[in-house]
C-alpha cells in the first residue's frame, strides 16, 4: 500500500492544467502522482509532503556530493553576485576545461553544452563531420539521451528486434526511416557479432558510440573482450569510439574508459561535470575537436548555444569535480561494493531470485537470476517487474528513494552507516514482498 501524500497530489492537480500528463520530465512521472520535491541536504531529499528520505537517485546519478554541498553553495552564491550569462566567454570555462583536461588522458580539449543529450550529439556530429561518413553504430538497449540517432533501439522488444543481429528500431514515433537507416544496431558484449557487423559497414561508419556500463541495458559492464574488438576495428578501419560517459565518468579519476585502458576520440560528459547544474561537454583529441575550431575559414561543426558555459555552471562544476579525488572515488567504491554484497546476500537469505550489477558507486538491483550479458538478458517479465516495483514503493514508503528500475548511486555525504540503513530497508522489503507473493500463491 502506497502511503498517502496530499500536498504531491494536490500539486499534481495543478501540474495536469498547465503540462502534458502534468510533465515536463518522463522520468519523474509515476501513478498516481510523482513524487514533489521540497528540499534535499546532503544525502537526503524532503518531498512536499514533508518526508525525508535517504536518496540513491542523486538526480539519475548526477549529484556526486549530494545535496546543496556548502563549498558548491559558495562557489555558485558568489557567481550570482557576479551575474549569470554574459555574450562574452569567462574565465570560469577554462577552469572547468583545464581541470577536466588534467583529468583524462584522451581530453586534449573540450567544448560545453547544456545536457548529456547535446554532448552525445555534438560527438556524433563531431564524428561524423571528422570522418566525412554518415553513419553510426550503437549498442541495442543503450541510453544515450534524445537525438533522434542515438535513441534508435533503446527499447527494442522481441517483437521488434529481429534476429541475432540487431535492427534498428524507432524509439520516438515520428522517427524517420532515414535515421533508422543511418544506425548501426550491434549487440552489447557479443564480441564475434559485434565485428562482424562493424565491418560490413565500414565504408560509412563515422563512429560507434558505446556506454562502458549502460544503465538501461542492465548496469552490466562491458567485457575486456568486448571493449579489444572496439579497438581493433578502430585501428582497422578508421572509425571512431565515441564513448558516452556521462554517467560512469564517477567510476574512476579518467572516467571508466582509464579501467579499461581505452583512449577515446570523443567522449560525452554530463551530469556530475555540472555539480548539479544543467551541463553537458564533449571532450576528445586535438585532430578530431579540431571540427569545431572556429578560426578556420568555414568551421566543420559550428556549435552555438545561449547558455554553453554559463559561469554558474563553470564554479559548480569545478567546485564538484575538484573535491571528487581519487581517494573519494576509491571510498565510494567501497561503500558500493558494501552495497552490492549485501543485496546478493539478502536475495540469498531470502530465497528470492536475484542479482546484482554494477561498478563503484553505481549498482542495479535485479530480480532475476538467469545469466545477465547484454540488454535481452536484462529484461524482466511482467511478474518481474510487478516484483520489482514493490521492492522499490516498499523503500521510498520505508525512507528510502530509489529509481524505478532499481539502479541506485551513491554520493559522497554517505558511509556505512547509510549503505547499512539502505540494506535494512531492502531486507525488510524483501520480507514483505515475499510475504506478498506467498499470499497470493
Ligand atoms: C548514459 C547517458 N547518456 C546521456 C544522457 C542524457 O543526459 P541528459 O539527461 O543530461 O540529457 C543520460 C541521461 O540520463 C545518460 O544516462
Not at 521540497?38 to 512536499?48: E, L, P
Not at 575559414?297 to 581519487?326: D, E, I, W, Y
Amino acid at each position: 500500500m502506497m502511503i498517502e501524500r496530499p500536498v504531491s497530489a494536490a500539486l499534481y492537480d495543478r501540474a495536469t492544467a498547465v503540462m502534458p500528463g502534468g510533465n515536463t520530465r518522463v522520468t519523474v512521472y509515476m501513478k498516481p502522482h510523482p513524487y514533489y520535491a521540497a528540499h534535499g541536504k546532503g544525502c537526503r531529499i524532503t518531498d512536499a509532503d514533508g518526508v525525508t528520505r535517504l536518496d540513491f537517485t542523486n538526480n539519475y546519478n548526477s549529484l556526486i556530493h549530494g545535496h546543496a554541498h556548502p563549498d558548491v553553495i559558495a562557489a555558485v552564491r558568489d557567481q550570482l553576485e557576479r551575474g549569470t550569462a554574459f555574450p562574452m566567454a569567462s574565465e570560469t570555462e577554462i577552469d572547468l576545461a583545464e581541470h577536466l583536461c588534467a583529468r583524462a588522458p584522451s581530453f586534449d580539449h573540450v567544448r560545453f553544452c547544456n545536457s548529456g543529450s547535446e554532448a552525445v550529439m555534438f560527438a556524433l556530429k563531431a564524428a561524423r563531420a571528422h570522418t566525412g561518413k554518415p553513419k553510426i553504430a550503437k549498442c541495442e538497449g543503450s541510453y544515450h539521451g534524445s537525438y533522434d540517432f542515438a535513441e534508435v533501439s533503446l527499447d527494442s522488444t522481441p517483437a521488434t528486434w529481429g534476429n541475432a543481429d540487431p535492427k534498428s528500431v524507432a524509439y520516438a514515433s515520428g522517427t524517420p526511416q532515414s535515421v533508422l537507416d543511418e544506425v548501426v544496431v550491434i549487440p552489447f558484449n557479443k564480441p564475434v557479432e559485434s565485428e562482424r557487423i562493424l565491418r560490413a559497414h565500414a565504408r560509412n561508419l563515422a563512429c560507434v558510440l558505446i556506454d562502458l556500463m549502460p544503465n538501461r541495458g542492465g548496469l552490466i559492464p562491458a567485457t575486456p573482450e568486448f571493449v579489444a574488438m572496439l579497438k581493433r576495428v578502430r585501428d582497422d578501419t578508421g572509425m571512431l569510439i565515441v564513448l558516452d560517459e556521462v554517467i560512469t565518468m564517477r567510476l574512476d579519476y579518467e572516467g571508466a574508459q582509464s579501467l579499461y585502458d581505452l583512449r577515446a576520440d570523443l567522449t560525452a560528459l554530463g551530469k556530475i561535470v555540472g555539480g548539479g547544474f544543467p551541463v553537458g561537454a564533449v571532450a576528445g583529441s586535438a585532430d578530431v575537436m579540431a571540427v569545431f575550431d572556429p578560426r578556420q575559414t568555414k568551421t566543420p561543426l559550428p556549435h552555438s548555444g545561449t547558455f554553453n558555459a554559463n559561469p554558474v555552471t563553470m564554479v559548480a562544476g569545478v567546485t564538484a569535480m575538484r573535491l571528487l579525488t581519487r581517494d573519494e572515488i576509491i571510498r565510494l567504491g567501497a561503500l558500493g561494493d558494501r552495497a552490492r554484497d549485501g543485496v546478493a546476500a539478502a536475495m540469498r537469505a531470502a530465497g528470492m531470485p536475484g542479482q546484482v550489477t554494477g561498478m563503484g558507486s553505481l549498482f542495479r538491483i535485479h530480480v532475476h537470476d538467469r545469466p545477465l550479458s547484454d540488454y535481452r538478458s536484462m529484461l524482466m517479465t511482467a511478474a518481474e517487474k510487478d516484483v520489482l516495483g514493490a521492492i522499490v514503493e516498499y523503500m521510498r514508503d520505508h525512507g528510502v528513494f530509489v529509481n524505478e528500475r532499481g539502479v541506485c548511486s551513491l554520493s559522497t555525504p554517505m558511509g556505512e552507516a547509510e549503505i547499512d540503513a539502505f540494506l535494512d530497508c531492502f531486507r525488510d522489503a524483501l520480507a514483505f514482498v515475499g510475504g506478498q507473493t506467498q499470499a497470493a500463491d
